[in-house]
Antibody, heavy 121, light 111 residues
Framework: EVQLLDSGGGLVQPGGSLRLSCAAS????????MNWVRQAPGKGLEWVSV????????YYAGSVKGRFTISRDNSKNTLYLQMNSLRAEDTAVYYC??????????????WGQGTMVTVSS | QLFLTQSPSASASLGASVKLTCTLS???????IAWHQQQPEKGPRYLMK???????SKGDGIPDRFSGSSSGAERYLTISSLQSEDEADYYC?????????FGGGTKLTVL
């Protein structure tokens, strides 16, 4: 079964850091680009970042550029999101999502269940 | 600039059909999109990929009641024989080099 399992969310103070993980199974992880998408409470979906299947290419939304880092370990079939200098407006459910291709852009055809990040003092 | 526009809300009666619209920004008429469903208190679920010519491919287990079509910059999701579990938020999504984009979502109410 193709599956993504998000983890690592929690409560963190403003200015703090957190690392999210997404464990993949059921498909050849290294062949597909992976994304992080977030959803603030009561709001719509917001794309955060994408990494190519090889890990060699990454892109970020302007709202997180310079603060967040996406990475992957293809030997462990795991995607990561290192979040630094967190702000209240980063409070959201964070989802990992698999793309339908290796890096040129495609549909998000598999979603994780999400992990909640709350930034508050 | 690439962006997607969706109406905030729609409604239709149980057993009826509804057509949701997603509009691509100017100059992007030939872009494919995806439709995703998010039921209350759940994560998103992929419904289908919809090309500019109207051809579409659905995700695993998506019922035949869900179909897609295209016209110019408009991308449509039609849901027929509406059921109570179709009450959800529906998002369109597209992509380009270095960017992934979501529409604002349409909240569908089944009356």
């Amino acid at each position: 079964e193709v599956q993504l399992l998000d983890s690592g969310g929690g409560l963190v103070q403003p200015g703090g850091s957190l690392r999210l993980s997404c464990a993949a199974s059921g498909f050849t992880f290294s062949s597909y680009a992976m994304n992080w998408v977030r959803q603030a409470p009561g709001k719509g979906l917001e794309w955060v970042s994408v990494i190519s299947g090889s890990g060699g290419t990454t892109y970020y939304a302007g709202s997180v550029k310079g603060r967040f880092t996406i990475s992957r370990d293809n030997s462990k079939n795991t995607l990561y999101l290192q979040m630094n200098s967190l702000r209240a407006e980063d409070t959201a459910v964070y989802y990992c999502a698999k793309e339908g291709s290796g890096g040129g852009g495609d549909t998000f055809d598999i979603w994780g269940q999400g992990t909640m990040v709350t930034v508050s003092s | 600039q690439l962006f997607l526009t969706q109406s905030p809300s729609a409604s239709a009666s149980l057993g009826a059909s509804v057509k949701l619209t997603c509009t691509l920004s100017r100059g992007h008429n030939n872009y494919a999109i995806a439709w995703h469903q998010q039921q209350p208190e759940k994560g998103p679920r992929y419904l289908m990929k919809l090309n500019s010519d109207g051809s579409h491919s659905k995700g695993d287990g998506i019922p035949d009641r869900f179909s897609g079509s295209s016209s110019g910059a408009e991308r449509y999701l039609t849901i027929s024989s509406l059921q109570s579990e179709d009450e959800a938020d529906y998002y369109c999504q597209t992509w380009d080099t270095g960017i992934r984009v979501f529409g604002g979502g349409t909240k569908l109410t089944v009356l």
